[in-house]
């Protein structure tokens, strides 16, 4: 017997993009619905597969505040899938409640919610045949894995939960008692895209299905899994991108770049090249100059690098994907000043070896971090959440570093 299921999480709707500055109207429409479109994605997907149920691991929305456009399109395509006689299971996380969405008042038929705590496993049945048999519960960060007792049944057995990382610091626990029994772990959580374990079970975060910021996680390629099953055996998940908006990263050295004319010219031929990469309906580009060279005095005299970025984001693109230059973050260094700083013994020296040790030391920097960073009070966004990962922060600690560097060598010019 062979069939699929697809496995989505985080679709976030409605929720906007961030760090994007003022866009043009024209391409407003778009980012305003580009997580809708996902969905509408998610559900196309489903059905040309033939898919024989559909998970949906939680990050449904961010909180009642949402629109009720976001609501009306999410049961619309429940429905959809209902009429295909395709049943969908679902968790939520700790902050989502469906009883808070207004515009829905009933679930389609082929809804499954899972509430918080102990559920009972639904089988799901085709042709008079046990595909497969569903364990869920929303809240995993309270309620872990109680109620995921395998029962004795024909077909695949699948975990579904909403797990994101700061609730367990091992995936390993899906392997012990009563979890043990699970044939694939269908997670949500996590925006970036990751399958842990090559057999059976599979613990799979699928991502978001509309990456919306400069995160590392956000980046890329964004959709859901289809999931294929034959003979009861769980195979690999196949990724197939869903997001009609990309966010991307663009780092360039500037070495060997004459000026800021030069520097535009090639970011231009950087996006020219990213359009024919990403058929996608939209760009959107967070863009790190790096290294040293003769545009870094440009770049940082007389608002060098925020003039770039409006020249940038002026220039127009025929056809899809359109490009939004979001970000132009000047991550230029003094070469020859850092170089000279580290042999020196006075402070520009002590300043920069410690940024360098910290950059270079990731469970140091945790630390310093867990040190340094006050916990909001009670209401607040999730510290965890909020929290910059190492990489982000080793970053604005080479910038701070540089920019010190520079300060002082100034200071001390005769």
Known sequence: ???????????????????????????????????????DNLVDLAIERGAAFVLLAGGIYDGPERGLRAQVRFRAGLERLANRGIPVFLVTGEREQPGDWAAIRDWPSNVTWFAHGANAPVPVVRDGQRLATIYG????????????????????????????????????ALHAPPAAGMDYWALGGEHAAQVAGDGSPRRVYPGTTQG?????????????????????????????????????????????VPDLAALREELLARAAALRVQHPVSGLILHVALHGDGAARGALQTDGGAAALLRDLRAQTWDGSPFVWWATLRDATRPASALAAARRRTDFAAEVLRLAEELAADPARLREVLADRLTVPPAGALDHAAATPDAAEVADLLSDAAALAVDLLEERDRP
């Open 212 to 256: 919306r910021g400069p995160q590392p996680e956000e980046l890329g390629p964004k959709g859901a899994m289809v999931v294929p099953v034959e003979d009861g055996v769980v195979g690999p998940p196949e990724f197939v991108s869903l997001a009609p908006v990309r966010v991307l990263s663009l780092t360039l050295d500037i070495a060997g």
């Open 137 to 172: 519960a929303s809240g995993a960060a309270r309620h872990g894995t109680q109620g995921f007792d395998r029962v004795d049944a024909p077909g695949v057995h699948v975990g579904l939960l909403h797990l994101p990382r700061y609730t367990t610091a091992d995936l390993g």
């Open 1 to 39: 017997m062979r069939f699929c299921f697809v496995h989505a999480a985080d679709l976030h709707l409605d929720t906007p993009f961030t760090g994007l500055g003022t866009v043009p109207p024209e391409i407003r429409p778009l980012l305003r619905d580009a997580s809708l479109i996902a969905f």
